[in-house]
């Protein structure tokens, strides 16, 4: 049994009950890199970096810590389409999950003294990327198919729009598209489903609007022309 939900503000709720006595909970953000403007490509996937760096309530440690110390497992990607964060815990931690996500992904603070640290980890996952034979031959069969937009665009983005980037105007582009209508939370495990409603209800309820789904994507492709979904991950 699957049991669908979708609150006053937009977000979907996704309940798979299980008898494991694990539970997975997965943040899948209605944006990826093909919602890039040119000057943003590699957003998406800073910003997965960024959301790990710490919010008003823990600090980066904390996050992974508390999370690390229940015997749990934490940890995100971007691809084209999607942003995702996941946390699979033992059932009986699965409210501590839930609120360590919305802490991430609704409360960041984009602190300074994390920010250029993590832009110089991302530039040289860019190298890296660089000089990878098989990245590279991956890349640019997208680049033939789909040209320099939409799909034809690394996921990770270009050292150029990296280096460009500020704590400001990746905070910009949180607040743009980190509306609760554009997530959906997935909870999978031995779980109350009635429990977790409400407090999922407590945790992400309260921000945001439904204004922003659906909507549509303008990617510059033929939108005909659709590959599997890969992924760059943290």
């Known amino acids: 049994m699957i049991i669908e939900r979708q609150l006053p503000n937009g977000l979907e709720l996704v309940i798979k009950p299980t008898s494991a006595p694990v539970v ?23 910003l997965e970096h960024m959301l790990f760096k710490g919010t008003s309530s823990r600090t980066t440690s904390e996050i992974a810590g508390v999370v690390e110390g229940s015997g749990g497992d934490m940890n995100a990607f971007t691809s084209f389409e999607h ?19 919305a802490d991430m992904v609704l409360g960041s603070v984009f602190k300074p003294g994390e920010f250029s640290p993590e832009q110089e980890v991302i530039l040289e996952e860019i190298r890296r990327s660089e000089d990878s034979p098989d990245r590279q031959l991956y890349q640019g069969l997208y680049s033939m198919m789909y040209g320099s937009a939409g799909y034809g665009r690394p996921v990770i983005g270009y050292p150029r729009t990296v280096k460009a980037c500020t704590a400001a105007s990746l905070k910009k582009f949180w607040k743009r598209w ?28 309260k921000t ?26 943290a």
């Open 24 to 46: 997975a909970i997965h943040v899948w953000v209605d944006v990826g890199s093909i919602d890039e403007r040119p000057a943003e490509a590699g957003y998406c996937h800073f």
């Open 178 to 205: 980190y509306s609760p209508s554009l997530i959906t939370l997935v909870v999978c495990g031995d779980v109350d489903p009635g429990a977790v409603e409400k407090e999922v209800i407590k945790r992400w309820g």
């Open 208 to 233: 945001g609007n439904a204004a922003l789904r659906p909507r549509r994507r303008d990617a510059g492709f033929d939108q005909k022309i659709r590959p599997s979904r890969p992924t760059f991950g």
């Open 83 to 101: 942003t995702v964060y996941h946390i699979t815990i033992s059932n009986t931690r699965w409210r501590l999950a839930n609120e360590i996500l």
